[in-house]
């Protein structure tokens, strides 16, 4: 039986009255999406967008082999990882082999909030500690536990500020923060031994340290060079564990690097993957040392009702085999050395792109002016006008001035083309002139 069309008026008077009033939706005009496929949208009208912000999709919006995985896991069976089942397995043994060594113990989680949630519990356990150290705006799940450490939540709208145990250092941007030019990467891991003075001083030690490879609510932020293992190793010496969230920038679409960290020459204690695993589905992981995990496993049972079922296993490894099949780290390094080149060129001609940067694809564009203020309504206007010629584009960063580009893998140089040839008709239209 076919489910009869409802306007978008209606879904969204419905939406009003009936869902969370914290619900938000994206664009001005909103729109009902129908279908996917590959790197494309579709709504109910027939319009195909292209899609640059949906890094979930990351092998492409219904991927038909993905899909098959989980259709033909479905109809045998789903349970919960009591019983005995062979994709559990066969999903870490896809997982660890794109991991270090170090990092042998796999948890399966149903989110990246769960993962990240997990990780803390795991610090806890394993260090005795509960005091976090996390970057300004930084972001990392909407649970409680996950809220009390993201800047970019208890900082923001709404929020109440930073709990007793966490601790804030400033967001590591070479670009416009605290630190720029020569030494920035030392000066920012500075900071973080600041924070790991602050909490001796109060007689207590470090738990751990969490970021992002690229930190992404705050702007996209490529960590500047040597900050991310002189952080760990301050943290380390404090006896703190350090956690590396990949749950936005890992599985390959950095292009050079599997895993964010890797960027870095660093090892973590814990790794915290989500979006791309399940390629839409409730799927995630937290990866750990033998160490961490023999001293949470304290007596008290870890259980998670859908976390590593038969269904979301077999997605996960699927979408794990279409990277490697695909070539598609390959793919997103060519990709994202061709758009940055072509990034770089459009700021020659339109001087309130103030930088271009990130890895593969996973790449921001922030907007400013002549003084290096941030531009918020032309940020705004752009992603919008981007959606009227079909391409979908989002926006992030404290100041809300970074343009997002993180599109499914599977995105062309095409693709790339006419992203540029419109990012470029739009950035000369008299809004957006400085």
Not at 229 to 245: F, N, P, R, T, W
Not at 409 to 423: P, W
């Amino acid at each position: 039986m076919e489910r009869q069309a409802t306007s978008n008026s209606d879904i969204i008077d419905y939406r009003k009255q009936h869902l969370g009033k914290s619900l938000s939706l994206q664009y001005k005009v909103p729109i009902k999406m129908v279908r996917g496929a590959g790197q494309y949208l579709m709504d109910q009208y027939g319009r195909k967008y292209l899609d640059t912000v949906n890094n979930v999709a990351h092998v492409g919006h219904e991927h038909p082999d993905v899909v098959r995985a989980g259709q033909e896991q479905m109809a045998l069976i789903n349970t919960n990882i009591r019983y005995l089942h062979e994709n559990i397995n066969a999903l870490a043994k896809e997982l660890l082999e794109t991991l270090p060594p170090e990092l042998s113990v796999l948890h399966f989680v149903n989110s990246g909030s769960e993962a990240n949630e997990l990780a803390i519990r795991m610090v806890k356990a394993a260090t005795g500690e509960k005091d976090i150290i996390a970057s300004e705006v930084g972001y990392h799940g909407n649970s409680n536990m996950c809220i009390d450490i993201s800047s970019y939540k208890f900082d923001g709208k709404g929020g109440r500020g930073a709990p007793e145990h966490t601790h804030i250092f400033p967001l590591p941007d070479a670009f416009r923060g605290k630190y720029r030019g020569e030494n920035t990467g030392e000066s920012y891991a500075e900071e973080v031994k600041v924070q790991i003075d602050k909490i001796h001083a109060k007689g207590r030690g470090v738990g751990a340290f969490i970021i992002e490879p690229i930190i992404s609510c705050g702007g996209q932020i490529e960590l500047p060079e040597g900050f991310l293992a002189k952080a760990y190793q301050y943290v380390k010496e404090a006896g703190g564990l350090c956690i590396s969230d990949e749950v936005q920038v890992g599985c390959g679409r950095m292009g050079s690097t599997f895993w964010g960290f890797q960027l870095h020459g660093v090892i973590p204690d814990i790794v915290t993957i989500g979006k791309p695993l399940g390629n839409g589905h409730p799927l995630a992981a937290v990866a750990c040392t033998q160490e961490v995990a023999e001293k949470f496993a304290n007596g008290m049972e870890y259980f998670n009702t859908f976390g590593g079922n038969p269904v979301s296993c077999a997605i996960g490894a699927e979408v794990l085999r279409v990277v490697q099949r695909g070539k598609l780290q390959a793919h997103a390094l060519e990709m994202g050395t061709y758009l940055k080149q072509q990034l770089n060129k459009l700021s020659k001609d339109f001087p309130i792109i103030g930088d271009v940067r990130g890895q593969g694809l996973f790449l921001g564009l922030e907007l400013v002016d002549y003084k290096m203020e941030p531009l918020a309504a032309q940020t705004d206007y752009l992603a919008n006008r981007m959606k009227d010629h079909g391409i979908l584009m989002s926006t992030d960063g404290p100041d809300h001035n970074v343009l997002k580009i993180k599109p499914p893998m599977v995105f062309s140089q095409e693709n790339a083309e006419e992203l540029i040839f419109y990012l470029g008709k739009i950035l000369g239209e008299d809004f957006m002139k400085l």
